[in-house]
Structure formats: C-alpha cells, structure tokens
C-alpha cells in the first residue's frame, strides 16, 4: 500500500510543475489540525500539529483540497523553524473551508517536507469535515 501511494505521488509530481522531487526514503509525517478559530470562507491556515518531521526539514508545504467540490484551497511553503507546531493564520495563503449551507464539507490537508534541495523527504495529510459534529 505504501508502495503504491509513493508511486502515484511520484506519478502526480511528474506531471504537476509545483511539485518537487521526492526522496525514495521519504518518511511518513503525522498530521493533526483544528479548526478551532477559523472563519469560514476567508484567508488563513488552521493550527496544526506536525510528528515525525526529519531532521534535515528546511521548509514546509502545506495543501488544502475540498473533496466536495474536487476544489484546491491552495498551497503554501513555510520556513520550518524545528516546531511541529503550526499556529492558526501563519499563512494566509490559504483558503479556509467554506462548505454549503447546512452541509459538512470533507477536506484534506497535506504536509510535505522539503530538504534543502526542495526535494520531499517526508509526506502526510489527514481529513477532516467542516464544521465538525459536536
């Protein structure tokens, strides 16, 4: 499964021209992110948390896409700073979530980490709704 996830984002970058190089020993990064603070429909990142990010990591990509509307919310590139933590609106590059009316929308966001030669040595993403049920 790993194997077949590495060869279709190998796949995608070759054909994608914001996409870097990917390291055959790229690692797998945790992701957790909340929603908590975010306004709807407007600019800004949500507060993530980050795991398993190498040693070497000079920068972050961070990617939002909406499956409901098959929409790319953006991406954006961070220095990284040696914090897994991302706080809410350090980017606002990025564009919230902003579902209909009445109806959750499911969105992913993907972190990648990027060497020194912009090459990806780590990937992860997770999926949440928004809003969140209570």
Not at 37 to 44: E, F, H, K
Not at 76 to 93: D, H, L
């Amino acid at each position: 499964m790993k194997n077949t996830f590495y060869l279709l984002l190998i796949a995608f970058c070759l054909v994608s021209p914001s996409c870097s190089d990917v390291s055959p020993d790229a690692v797998d990064l945790t992701v957790d992110f909340s929603w908590e603070g975010l306004v709807p429909c407007s600019w800004g990142n949500p507060q993530m948390n980050i795991g398993g990010i190498p040693d070497n990591t000079k920068a972050l990509v961070i990617g939002m896409y909406d499956h409901a509307y098959f929409y790319d919310h953006g991406e954006v590139t961070i220095a990284y700073e040696g914090s897994g933590m991302i706080k809410r609106g350090v980017s606002e590059e990025l564009y919230a979530p902003c579902p209909a009316p009445d109806t959750p929308g499911r969105y992913k966001i993907t972190v990648k980490a990027l060497d020194g030669n912009n090459t990806v040595i780590g990937i992860g993403s997770k999926e949440r709704y928004f809003p969140e049920e209570k």
